[in-house]
């Protein structure tokens, strides 16, 4: 008797209601419904993103040292995992034997289905002992849709005992596959019920396809396969990789390149057709055997070979002219460098709560924002900022007051930077970014900060001994349970009443008039979701909310929340309903500002109020909470908004430096 195989569980064999009549539609409906879910499959990949960077790290590691990344799967997993790893040889000049792959059945399961070769648990075992498996060396990525497939469970467990690394890819969580304890990296793509219900060659397979595509790619970036966003691997083994062979070398090296045709050809052929070893050569005005050793004792990695010979930049840039400024928040990262001769550099990068993305991730996107400005800055000509020795440095980072943060993160921020520059590094909350720039610019004696943005949180500070010392915080309990009057709390908010309203007309009766939005706000939701109020009902909001990227910006759901709040902003002088949600959330404000005040007794006529964050710019919630707390008696002595803290700080910074 065959067994039973139960799939209701699995993500990948659900149905989606999105497409239910997909059978009904026209061609062109057909195809948008298709396009509007395979658009999803970007989002899901994102989830994965550390576990994938994970994962391309312990490949790259033993990739450089001569081991195989051996793929395994079945059917259409088993093809793609072919496809990724025929690919990476030619694309980047790597050894055919280091990626190999095997599909369930051999390869004639590539063109024709073989029937029961999935099951094959020994089948798999043989397989993989052809292959004289290294477990110090070797690494093994088995692909299932279902996460459930015998022949690559069989796989993982297998190249697990040999001490393999070992790297899952399923479309489903939790599944067999991340259960067993056989995957030390598990990338679980969850794209969800397929267009057609079962066929994992739709968005199990795109979402499949992307996470092998980062991983291949990942691991060539890391071993050196590329110089910047270019392959500089690549042999020039035919007329049309020697012209692409030379453009790349004239990219690269601009000015320094040979003149001459003929002697960039012979430099070529010398370097035996070797793009990386003929830049290398020429940048470093150095012999091919020199540059071969710099490249060899670098891990073949171009960008370190010449990072290592850029000594002469200390010497321009050793003026100390400059300092930065970087306001490392939970939505972005924006660095600011100035000059005193009136220099500006501006960069950003992505989240970088310290709470959310961990040390690694905060100082990673510290850095990436930091490039950038300096890259921008008419001072200098991309030249890593780690070489450059500013007079004063302020990182003012979201998350740092959490318990062990600092002790884990100095370190790591302190090593960025220049050594001259180190001793005059300055770590924070990047509310303290705020509070000690507009307290030495009014002379107050404290200072209340409060930020309003995806979340919500105010603090106090108090100048004691000529310095300011904070005091006190309120809110700032992240959304499952506070920020009442940010951009999320304004935003759930407004949600919930078009929800209601999606709801009151999917209530009426079949056949009656569906009937325009009794408010304003909730047509622009409407249309910001990209829903339109049909004929006859169901109005599906609450599907596209969770579900679909539509205008929004985001694919973190709270972020997504957010970013509704500004649809109620521009609603506000329309719509008596954004109105009201606007006072709510402003009255939310003034309870956390007034517990502050009341507690701390703070006197407010020598306070300075500083509104930061991006919900805070608006004037008209700006107006609105300036007006609740002049009615709820509380009057300070000076209110300032600050839409670029990064900006404000490196100007006080400036100054403190005797350069403003």
């Known amino acids: 008797m065959t067994p039973t195989i139960v799939l209701d569980g699995l993500q990948t064999e659900s149905r989606n209601t999105n497409s239910s009549e997909i059978d009904k539609v026209s061609t062109l409906d057909l195809c948008r419904i298709i396009n509007k879910e395979d658009a999803t499959v970007a989002t899901a990949v994102n989830n994965c993103l550390p576990v994938i960077a994970e994962a391309i790290d312990a490949l790259a590691n033993r990739v450089r040292q001569g081991g195989r990344v051996i793929y395994v799967g079945a059917g259409t997993s088993g093809r793609l995992g072919v496809v990724d790893a025929s690919e990476i040889p030619p694309t980047y000049s790597a050894r055919s034997e280091q990626f190999v792959a095997l599909i369930a059945g051999g390869d004639a399961a590539l063109r024709f289905a073989q029937e029961g070769a999935e099951d094959d648990v020994m089948a798999a075992v043989t397989d993989l002992k052809a292959l004289n498996m290294d477990g110090h060396l070797d690494c093994l990525i088995g692909i299932a849709a279902s996460g459930r497939t015998p022949y690559v469970l069989r796989c993982l467990s297998f190249a697990k005992s040999l001490g393999c690394v070992t790297i899952g890819v399923a479309c489903c969580e939790p599944s067999a596959m991340s259960k067993e304890g056989n995957v030390d990296h598990m990338i679980s793509v969850v794209t969800g019920p397929e267009v057609v219900t079962g066929s994992t060659r739709m968005k199990a397979g795109t979402g499949t396809k992307m996470a092998l595509n980062m991983l291949s790619t990942g691991v060539m970036i890391k071993v050196g396969k590329t110089y910047g966003n270019m392959m500089i691997d690549v042999r020039s083994s035919n007329l049309k990789l020697q012209q692409r062979s030379k453009n790349i070398i004239r990219t690269i090296c601009g000015e320094k390149t040979p003149d001459a045709e003929e002697e960039l050809e012979k430099l070529l052929a010398s370097c035996g057709g070797s793009v990386k070893l003929a830049v290398a050569t020429i940048l470093l005005e150095t012999t091919i055997p020199v540059a071969k050793r710099r490249l060899d004792d670098a891990g073949g990695v171009l960008t370190d070979v010449l990072q290592s010979s850029k000594p002469q930049y200390t010497k321009r840039l050793n003026t100390g002219d400059f300092v930065l400024c970087v306001d490392a928040g939970g939505s972005k ?56 020795p500013f007079q004063s440095i302020w990182i003012g980072l979201a998350g740092y007051d959490r318990p062990n943060i600092m002790n884990r993160i100095n370190p790591l921020l302190s090593n960025l930077f220049h050594p001259e520059a180190r001793s005059e590094l300055k770590i924070t909350n990047d509310i303290e970014l705020l509070a000690n720039t507009v307290a030495d610019q009014n002379s107050v004696d404290s200072v209340v900060v409060l930020v309003a943005g995806t979340g919500s949180i105010a603090m106090s500070f108090e100048r004691q001994d000529g310095r300011l010392e904070r005091t006190g915080r309120s809110g700032g309990w992240g959304h499952v349970l506070g920020d009442d009057g940010s951009g999320y709390g304004i935003g759930r908010q407004a949600l919930r009443l078009s929800l209601e309203s999606a709801d009151e007309i999917n209530l009426r009766k079949e056949g009656e008039r569906a009937g325009d939005c009794e408010d304003p706000l909730v047509q622009k939701i409407f249309d910001y979701f990209g829903v339109k109020v049909p004929p006859e009902p169901p109005i599906n909001l609450l599907n596209q909310i969770l579900s679909d990227q539509g205008n929004q910006e985001s694919s973190n759901p709270t972020k997504r929340i957010a970013e509704v709040a500004r649809v109620v902003v521009d609603s506000s002088s329309s719509s008596k309903k954004a109105m009201e949600l606007l006072k709510e959330g402003s009255r939310s404000l003034v309870r956390i500002v007034s517990s502050l005040i009341s507690n701390w007794r703070i006197e407010t006529s020598r306070t300075s109020l500083v509104l930061a964050g991006g919900l805070l710019q608006s004037e008209v919630y700006q107006l609105t909470l300036i007006n609740d707390l002049v009615s709820a008696g509380i009057n300070f002595g000076h209110v300032q908004a600050v839409p670029q803290p990064a900006l404000m700080a490196a100007k006080y910074l400036l100054g403190k430096c005797g350069w403003d």
């Open 333 to 388: 990262c924006s660095a600011v460098i100035l000059g005193k001769n009136g220099e500006l550099g501006q960069g950003e990068a992505g989240e970088c709560n310290v709470s959310n993305v961990g040390p690694e991730g905060a100082v990673s996107a510290i850095s990436f924002a930091i490039q950038r400005a300096v890259d921008s800055c008419s001072a200098f000509k991309e030249e890593p900022f780690e070489l450059i």
